[in-house]
């Protein structure tokens, strides 16, 4: 290792000083990589991987190019033994030219490197270096690729790119939504390719992957993806300005009409670098190109929408704040309530719900606290389905456990079966409700006690700013708290909420002893500025001649124009034009905006009319002379109903147009003319009274028809309004029937599920024992297969072994792995004996056994015999094999065979006429036959205490004596004639044949002869 390598700096680090900060929301996406450290601005790969990985790794570095070059510095981070010095490094440098690390703590990450984590640490990227730090987490919880894909997203932002290849658990999931929510790259290991396909499951079912290939095809779209996302020249931020704008619109649009969410007020910087990203995966150079691909592809519209919710958020997320809302809010929250109390709470943008349960935890920790019970009503919502789905389930990885305490994880979460999950318990998840909700368009909760919407408003707008902040201090209770993000604040709202602590970002709800305020663009669609707006609010100072014109008609409007208002069908306001107010008054009740509630007396049977009139015939209605109230006195009005043109939710809209009637002023005047008319004449003229009464019949006759023409128009409503509620109170007696219909059918389904339920609970527990049977016969048959000391091995149609006993294993070299090999692949231990597989395949072919004698190399043998394996169905379902040992037999054997030779030799020597003696070298007599005795005279007794010179007469001793040595020397002597002595003193001449007996090693010890008198 060279000394460039490491770092300058070598002093301990600790997990306080080095580890990454995993708050990545904390600092918007938008912001650019200038501030990255010139040494890591080439391409950083992190490479996660467990069981299995190996392969995985011989099989990407194998891919990539040949030689050095590509720019590309890849970090390896692998599940490794604590307990044993790894090798990684050497094996995966045979596949690589490029230089191969294990990693020092500090050391400099340089291009065209690989760097490998060792053995029983968690490391992290920090300003260009590697800083290895000591577990945090007990062994069999530590996620070091989370870890590590933590801080190279932290690092790296939108540059970060991670690889998670084969393994098990679910190590890499959070990692990867880190690298996401920078506006990152991650790529996947295929099930199909894979040994373990644990670790790339659980991070393809995320649905952030990018890409889902075998590692071979991982090194080319690498390469692909960096030449075009680390290429700045065709970047939508570096494209004209205009062009830029006109692009996002349409984005805006096709994203809108697709999902029905809009984005066209959320941060630009944020949305151009989610699009940056999504075209250098689809390897789109111009973005207009991009906005054509969106609009021939509606999956890439969804994963650009996926791409814009990425958040990352775990479990008590930034550990001051959270400190803080639980010693400042909840415990002032829940000590301020009385018990049995409603605690309401509001978590907007959930996300996968973590921080939601965070909070829920907090709140039950005081509440056990407290001793005391109140009922937590949490509310969590988000418009992303999937993430709402994800936090529902309460499912979460092995990694919570850094961010969770042992303490908080053994009380509030159940591990589940493997260890690779623990999920939320019941008394947490029953506190909370998800659901799917836009905070921008969809209705508040309200009366809420506490509101957390952390880390969403970075990525919005002024102008969303503006409207969000009133909503939460709608939706709160008075002094109720408002949780922000760390770079969150209220910004100009400090009419509305107090500080209490600027840190944490906490809020409390101010209350003036008034009502409540809330927007009346809450209720209203969302405000779309007109295009007369946008160039009146773009006009340069300079222009002050388009200024002064459009000030004139505006105090114009405002002195001349008649009142109106613009509304729907229903009569809801939409907007106001005039002075109303002596025509409108806001109406009595709840608060709202209907031209029809708000019209004062006398005004509202006309306008009913000519508005239901307006909405029929889509076309201008007229009423004169309608006698409306104002300030005690009555006036008469002219009402104008005129529809004009749809908006662009193709809205039907009216416009309402109120003025002083012409009949008015003419009165007025005349009464003006009669009053200086009297003053002259004292008496009244002379057609006055006639006059007078004649109007008044005819304002009577029009008033009247005006009311037979409001009670036909009320008439025909209460009509149509009996017939519709007529039509419903059928069908909804008909919904009834159905309903009825299908709780019979309900009840008669629960009875047989019972009745299903109660019959499995027998078939249960049948099969409970016959399942302790089985395991006990299962247990019998190991001891009696062991016990026998018989080897047996159980093979299928294709030989593959099944099973086999211990003593198997003396003859054929077999352990526990080998169930499932080929028999074949099994070196055996027997000598002369190679056709094992071939014997095994006839039994097979034929169905008649075979036995063969077989010998180990340690000179034990074994009767080796070959059976069919027939099921109890009598079906053929592979053979058995089975070793019986028989050197103790073969032994024996040998013995009787011993054994019976010696006694054919006894007989031929009783048997024989001849005279047959056995002498050692000294001369002893050894053995003497019943041929003997009748030739000599000596019995077998006598002649076992004598010496054979007993037998040789004085003067041939010397040629017996000639006669041993040359036979000692295993010499080879024909028949010669000697003179005997018998017991009774005679001499006989006899022929004699004389044999020297040899034990093993060739030595004489003595002397066998035949003797037969000489005739």
Request: net charge negative; hydrophobic share 40%; charged share 20%.
């Given at each position: 290792?060279?000394?460039?390598?490491?770092?300058?700096?070598?002093?301990?680090?600790?997990?306080?000083?080095?580890?990454?900060?995993?708050?990545?929301?904390?600092?918007?996406?938008e912001?650019?990589?200038?501030?990255?450290?010139e040494?890591?601005?080439?391409?950083?790969?992190?490479i996660?991987?467990?069981?299995?990985?190996?392969?995985?790794?011989?099989?990407?570095?194998?891919?990539?190019?040949?030689?050095?070059?590509?720019?590309?510095?890849?970090?390896?981070?692998?599940?490794?033994?604590?307990?044993?010095k790894?090798?990684?490094?050497?094996?995966?440098?045979?596949?690589?030219?490029?230089?191969?690390?294990?990693?020092?703590?500090?050391?400099?990450?340089?291009?065209?490197?690989?760097?490998?984590?060792?053995?029983n640490?968690?490391?992290?990227?920090?300003n260009?270096?590697?800083?290895?730090?000591?577990?945090?987490?007990?062994?069999?919880?530590r996620?070091?690729?989370?870890?590590?894909?933590?801080?190279?997203?932290?690092?790296?932002?939108?540059?970060?790119?991670?690889?998670?290849?084969?393994?098990?658990?679910?190590?890499?999931?959070?990692?990867?939504?880190?690298?996401?929510?920078?506006?990152?790259?991650v790529?996947?290991?295929?099930?199909?390719?894979t040994?373990?396909?644990?670790?790339?499951?659980?991070?393809?079912?995320?649905?952030?992957?990018?890409?889902?290939?075998?590692?071979?095809?991982?090194?080319?779209?690498?390469?692909?993806?960096?030449?075009?996302?680390?290429?700045?020249?065709?970047?939508?931020?570096?494209?004209?300005?205009?062009?830029?704008?006109?692009?996002?619109?349409?984005?805006?649009?096709?994203?809108?009409?697709?999902?029905?969410?809009?984005?066209?007020?959320?941060?630009?910087?944020?949305?151009?670098?989610r699009?940056?990203?999504?075209?250098?995966?689809?390897?789109?150079?111009?973005v207009?190109?991009?906005?054509?691909?969106?609009r021939?592809?509606p999956?890439?519209v969804?994963?650009?929408?996926?791409?814009?919710?990425?958040?990352?958020?775990?479990?008590?997320?930034?550990?001051?704040?959270?400190?803080?809302?639980?010693?400042?809010?909840?415990?002032?929250?829940?000590?301020?309530?009385?018990?049995?109390?409603?605690?309401?709470?509001?978590?907007?943008?959930?996300?996968?719900?973590?921080?939601?349960?965070?909070?829920?935890?907090?709140?039950?920790?005081?509440?056990?606290?407290?001793k005391t019970?109140?009922?937590l009503?949490?509310?969590?919502?988000?418009?992303?389905?999937?993430?709402?789905?994800?936090?529902?389930?309460?499912?979460?990885?092995?990694?919570?456990?850094?961010?969770?305490?042992?303490?908080?994880?053994?009380?509030?979460?159940?591990e589940?079966?493997?260890?690779?999950?623990?999920?939320?318990?019941?008394?947490?998840?029953?506190?909370?409700?998800?659901?799917?909700?836009?905070?921008?368009?969809?209705?508040?909760?309200?009366?809420?006690?506490?509101?957390?919407?952390?880390?969403?408003?970075?990525?919005?707008?002024?102008?969303?700013?503006?409207?969000?902040?009133?909503?939460?201090?709608?939706?709160?209770?008075?002094?109720?708290?408002?949780?922000?993000?760390?770079?969150?604040?209220?910004?100009?709202?400090?009419?509305?909420?107090?500080?209490?602590?600027?840190?944490?970002?906490?809020?409390?709800?101010?209350?003036d002893?008034?009502?409540?305020?809330?927007?009346?663009?809450?209720?209203?669609?969302?405000?779309?500025?007109?295009?007369?707006?946008?160039?009146?609010?773009?006009?340069?100072?300079?222009?002050?001649?388009?200024?002064?014109?459009?000030?004139?008609?505006?105090t114009?409007?405002?002195?001349?124009?008649?009142?109106?208002?613009?509304?729907?069908?229903?009569?809801?306001?939409?907007?106001?034009?005039?002075?109303?107010?002596?025509?409108?008054?806001?109406?009595?009740?709840?608060?709202?905006?209907?031209?029809?509630?708000?019209?004062?007396?006398?005004?509202?049977?006309?306008?009913?009319?000519?508005?239901?009139?307006a909405?029929?015939?889509?076309?201008?209605?007229?009423?004169?002379?309608l006698?409306?109230?104002?300030?005690?006195?009555?006036?008469?009005?002219?009402?104008?109903?005129?529809?004009?043109?749809?908006?662009?939710?193709?809205?039907?809209?009216?416009?309402?147009?109120?003025?002083?009637?012409?009949?008015?002023?003419?009165?007025?005047?005349?009464?003006?003319?009669?009053?200086?008319?009297?003053?002259?004449?004292?008496?009244?003229?002379?057609?006055?009274?006639?006059?007078?009464?004649?109007?008044?019949?005819?304002?009577?006759?029009?008033?009247?028809r005006?009311?037979?023409?409001?009670?036909?128009?009320?008439?025909e409503?209460?009509?149509?309004?009996?017939?519709?509620?007529?039509?419903?109170?059928?069908?909804?007696?008909?919904?009834?029937?159905?309903?009825?219909?299908?709780?019979?059918e309900?009840?008669?389904?629960?009875?047989?599920?019972?009745?299903?339920?109660?019959?499995?609970?027998t078939?249960?527990?049948?099969?409970?024992?016959?399942?302790?049977?089985?395991?006990?016969?299962?247990?019998?048959?190991?001891?009696?297969?062991?016990?026998?000391?018989?080897?047996t091995?159980?093979?299928?149609?294709?030989?593959?072994?099944?099973r086999?006993?211990?003593?198997?294993?003396?003859?054929?070299?077999l352990?526990?792995?080998d169930?499932?090999?080929?028999?074949?692949?099994?070196?055996?231990?027997?000598?002369g004996?190679?056709?094992?597989?071939?014997?095994?395949?006839?039994v097979?072919?034929?169905?008649?056994?075979?036995?063969?004698?077989v010998?180990?190399k340690l000179?034990?043998?074994?009767?080796?015999?070959?059976?069919?394996?027939?099921?109890?169905?009598?079906?053929?379902?592979?053979?058995?094999?089975?070793?019986?040992?028989i050197?103790?037999?073969?032994?024996?054997?040998?013995?009787l065979?011993e054994?019976?030779t010696?006694?054919?030799?006894?007989?031929?020597?009783?048997?024989?006429?001849?005279?047959?003696?056995v002498?050692?070298?000294?001369?002893?007599?050894?053995?003497?036959?019943?041929?003997?005795?009748r030739?000599?005279?000596?019995?077998?007794?006598e002649?076992?205490?004598?010496?054979?010179?007993?037998?040789?007469?004085?003067?041939?001793?010397?040629?017996?004596?000639?006669?041993?040595?040359?036979?000692?020397?295993?010499?080879?002597?024909?028949p010669?004639?000697?003179?005997?002595?018998?017991k009774?003193?005679?001499?006989?001449?006899?022929?004699?044949?004389?044999?020297?007996?040899?034990?093993?090693?060739g030595?004489v010890?003595?002397?066998a002869?035949?003797?037969?008198?000489?005739?």
């Amino acid at each position: 290792m060279t000394d460039k390598k490491k770092g300058a700096a070598k002093k301990p680090v600790t997990a306080a000083t080095a580890q990454p900060t995993p708050q990545t929301s904390a600092v918007p996406p938008e912001a650019a990589t200038a501030d990255l450290p010139e040494n890591a601005l080439f391409p950083i790969v992190g490479i996660g991987a467990s069981a299995g990985g190996l392969a995985a790794f011989e099989a990407f570095f194998s891919a990539m190019p040949s030689g050095s070059g590509s720019g590309i510095a890849f970090i390896v981070v692998q599940h490794l033994s604590p307990d044993h010095k790894s090798i990684l490094t050497e094996l995966i440098q045979r596949y690589t030219r490029m230089q191969v690390y294990e990693v020092e703590d500090g050391m400099v990450v340089e291009a065209n490197c690989t760097y490998i984590i060792p053995p029983n640490h968690d490391m992290a990227f920090l300003n260009g270096s590697l800083q290895l730090l000591e577990p945090g987490a007990p062994r069999g919880h530590r996620c070091p690729v989370d870890f590590f894909f933590r801080s190279l997203a932290h690092e790296q932002r939108a540059r970060a790119i991670g690889i998670v290849l084969s393994g098990t658990g679910s190590d890499g999931t959070q990692g990867v939504r880190a690298i996401k929510a920078e506006g990152g790259m991650v790529m996947a290991q295929s099930s199909e390719s894979t040994q373990f396909d644990g670790m790339p499951r659980n991070a393809i079912a995320t649905g952030l992957v990018d890409f889902v290939l075998a590692p071979a095809d991982m090194p080319a779209q690498l390469l692909s993806y960096i030449g075009f996302a680390f290429n700045n020249a065709n970047a939508v931020g570096s494209a004209p300005g205009l062009r830029v704008d006109d692009a996002l619109k349409k984005v805006f649009v096709l994203l809108r009409s697709q999902t029905g969410h809009d984005f066209s007020q959320y941060k630009q910087n944020t949305i151009i670098r989610r699009v940056e990203r999504r075209m250098a995966v689809n390897q789109i150079e111009q973005v207009d190109e991009y906005v054509q691909y969106l609009r021939k592809n509606p999956t890439e519209v969804e994963a650009l929408f996926r791409d814009l919710l990425i958040g990352v958020t775990h479990f008590f997320r930034d550990t001051e704040p959270f400190d803080a809302l639980q010693e400042e809010a909840v415990v002032r929250l829940l000590s301020n309530k009385p018990p049995g109390t409603t605690i309401r709470v509001w978590v907007a943008g959930c996300s996968t719900g973590e921080e939601a349960y965070s909070i829920a935890i907090l709140l039950q920790e005081r509440m056990s606290a407290l001793k005391t019970n109140f009922k937590l009503v949490i509310f969590a919502t988000d418009i992303d389905s999937r993430a709402i789905e994800h936090a529902r389930a309460g499912i979460y990885p092995a990694s919570i456990c850094s961010d969770v305490s042992p303490e908080r994880l053994a009380r509030f979460f159940t591990e589940e079966p493997g260890g690779e999950f623990f999920r939320i318990n019941k008394l947490i998840r029953d506190m909370l409700v998800f659901s799917e909700q836009n905070v921008i368009k969809d209705a508040p909760f309200s009366k809420l006690d506490l509101i957390s919407c952390r880390n969403l408003l970075i990525y919005m707008g002024p102008e969303l700013h503006k409207k969000l902040i009133p909503l939460f201090h709608y939706a709160l209770n008075p002094g109720g708290v408002l949780f922000l993000g760390t770079s969150e604040s209220i910004g100009d709202h400090l009419d509305l909420f107090s500080t209490v602590n600027r840190g944490a970002k906490l809020y409390q709800r101010k209350d003036d002893g008034g009502p409540q305020r809330l927007s009346l663009s809450r209720f209203l669609p969302p405000f779309k500025r007109s295009e007369s707006t946008h160039r009146a609010a773009t006009k340069v100072a300079g222009d002050s001649v388009e200024s002064l014109r459009e000030l004139t008609e505006r105090t114009l409007l405002q002195q001349y124009a008649p009142a109106g208002a613009l509304v729907n069908e229903r009569g809801d306001i939409l907007y106001l034009q005039g002075r109303t107010g002596q025509y409108l008054e806001p109406a009595p009740g709840e608060a709202g905006l209907n031209i029809l509630k708000m019209a004062r007396q006398g005004l509202r049977p006309g306008l009913t009319t000519a508005l239901h009139k307006a909405v029929a015939k889509r076309e201008a209605v007229l009423v004169a002379g309608l006698r409306v109230k104002t300030n005690g006195d009555f006036s008469l009005v002219d009402l104008k109903v005129q529809p004009v043109a749809a908006d662009a939710s193709e809205q039907a809209l009216f416009l309402v147009v109120l003025q002083p009637s012409p009949q008015a002023e003419q009165a007025a005047a005349a009464a003006a003319v009669g009053k200086a008319a009297g003053k002259v004449a004292d008496g009244p003229p002379p057609d006055a009274g006639a006059h007078t009464t004649n109007a008044q019949i005819t304002a009577l006759k029009q008033e009247l028809r005006d009311k037979e023409e409001y009670l036909q128009t009320t008439t025909e409503e209460l009509e149509t309004s009996n017939e519709e509620l007529k039509s419903a109170n059928e069908e909804m007696q008909s919904i009834n029937e159905e309903m009825q219909s299908t709780n019979e059918e309900l009840e008669t389904s629960k009875e047989e599920l019972q009745s299903v339920n109660e019959e499995l609970a027998t078939v249960n527990t049948e099969l409970q024992g016959k399942v302790s049977g089985l395991s006990q016969a299962n247990n019998d048959m190991n001891n009696l297969l062991a016990g026998t000391g018989v080897g047996t091995i159980f093979v299928n149609h294709q030989l593959h072994i099944q099973r086999f006993t211990p003593a198997a294993t003396q003859v054929i070299n077999l352990i526990a792995t080998d169930v499932g090999r080929p028999v074949g692949h099994i070196t055996a231990n027997l000598v002369g004996y190679h056709q094992l597989v071939e014997d095994v395949q006839q039994v097979l072919d034929t169905l008649i056994p075979k036995e063969v004698e077989v010998q180990t190399k340690l000179g034990k043998w074994f009767v080796l015999r070959i059976r069919p394996y027939r099921t109890l169905e009598n079906v053929i379902d592979g053979a058995v094999i089975t070793f019986f040992d028989i050197s103790d037999m073969k032994m024996a054997r040998e013995v009787l065979l011993e054994a019976e030779t010696l006694r054919r030799m006894a007989a031929v020597m009783t048997d024989s006429r001849d005279a047959i003696l056995v002498q050692n070298l000294d001369g002893k007599i050894l053995c003497w036959n019943p041929g003997a005795t009748r030739l000599y005279g000596w019995s077998e007794a006598e002649a076992l205490s004598m010496n054979i010179r007993e037998l040789i007469p004085q003067a041939g001793q010397a040629q017996a004596l000639a006669v041993v040595a040359q036979l000692s020397q295993a010499a080879v002597l024909q028949p010669y004639q000697m003179e005997r002595k018998t017991k009774d003193g005679r001499l006989l001449h006899v022929w004699l044949m004389a044999t020297a007996l040899a034990d093993q090693s060739g030595q004489v010890y003595a002397i066998a002869t035949t003797e037969r008198a000489s005739a």
